[in-house]
């Protein structure tokens, strides 16, 4: 490479040297002189600038099978991705669906449980209802047998009571000189005997009325507590215990019979 800016430079000095042309922008250059230069100029250029001019000219055919090359590659790169969102489209859609069925399970599954709920609340409401019912009707029965009890003793006693006024009536409208005394005594009795029947009769009404009563505070229980229930259920804060809240009535009301 040297050589080549030596020649290079002793060209340029002939040039700068030689003789002009009249009239002209020409010179006369020493022929022989100017050409053994440029053949060492030639000599002197390396090899690799004749293969870099090859590359040069074979440049577009290069940019055109790198561009080919480039396209075939963005083309493959795009089917593998459009392939891989195909592919996780699908799976989401598995995952999608499966997520669904499971749900849909949970959902059965759990309506399933609320109406066993809610029909085990129903048969012990029903069953609770069922007890006050024979626990009322036994009561109301046993008002009546003992009301009826209380009313024939009343009666029995009025009439002893009544006959032994008479009786005794009898016996002094005999007796010529107690005839006065007498019906103060039967006027006595007989009052005595009304008296004691409407006490009886009172007593009765008692009876039947705190009974009454009785059956009424149970049946406001059984209310009360399938009111609970049915709100527990609606909130899902759990299921009543029905048991719980009427076995101690019960069992009062039993041991009081």
């Known amino acids: 490479m040297y050589r080549v800016f030596e020649a290079l430079d002793e060209l340029v000095a002939i040039v700068e040297e030689a003789r002009g042309v009249p009239m002209t922008a020409g010179c006369v250059v020493p022929r022989g002189d100017v050409l053994e230069l440029l ?4 000599d ?3 090899g690799e600038l004749d293969d870099a001019q090859d590359v040069l000219d074979h440049r577009d055919k290069l940019v055109s099978d790198a561009r080919t090359g480039a396209e075939k590659t963005i083309s493959s790169a795009n089917a593998e991705a459009t392939s891989t969102v195909e592919n996780a489209r699908e799976e989401a859609d598995r995952l999608l669906a499966d997520a669904k069925a499971h749900a849909d399970r949970m959902v059965a599954e759990a309506t399933a449980h609320a109406e066993s709920l809610v029909a085990d609340a129903t048969a012990r409401a029903d069953a609770t209802v069922a007890d006050g019912e ?3 009707e036994d009561l ?3 008002a009546r047998a003992e009301a009826q009890r209380l009313t024939d003793s009343g009666n ?3 009439e002893r009571s009544v006959a032994d006024g008479v009786a005794e009536q ?3 409208v005999s007796q010529t000189e107690v005839v006065t005394a007498a019906h103060a005594e039967s006027a006595r009795v007989i009052d005595a005997a009304h008296a004691e029947s409407d006490r009886l009769r009172s007593e009765c009404d008692l009876y039947v009325d705190s009974k009454l009563a009785e059956f009424e505070e149970l049946l406001s229980g059984t209310l009360r507590s399938v009111g609970r229930g049915r709100q527990q259920l609606r909130t899902g804060t759990g299921v009543p215990n029905y048991d719980a809240d009427f076995s101690a009535p019960r069992g009062e009301s039993r041991s009081r019979y």
């Open 44 to 46: 002197a250029i390396p």
């Open 39 to 42: 053949d060492d100029v030639r």
């Open 134 to 136: 024979r626990e009322y």
């Open 170 to 172: 009898e016996r002094l």
């Open 156 to 158: 029995a006693a009025y």
């Open 140 to 142: 109301v029965e046993r």
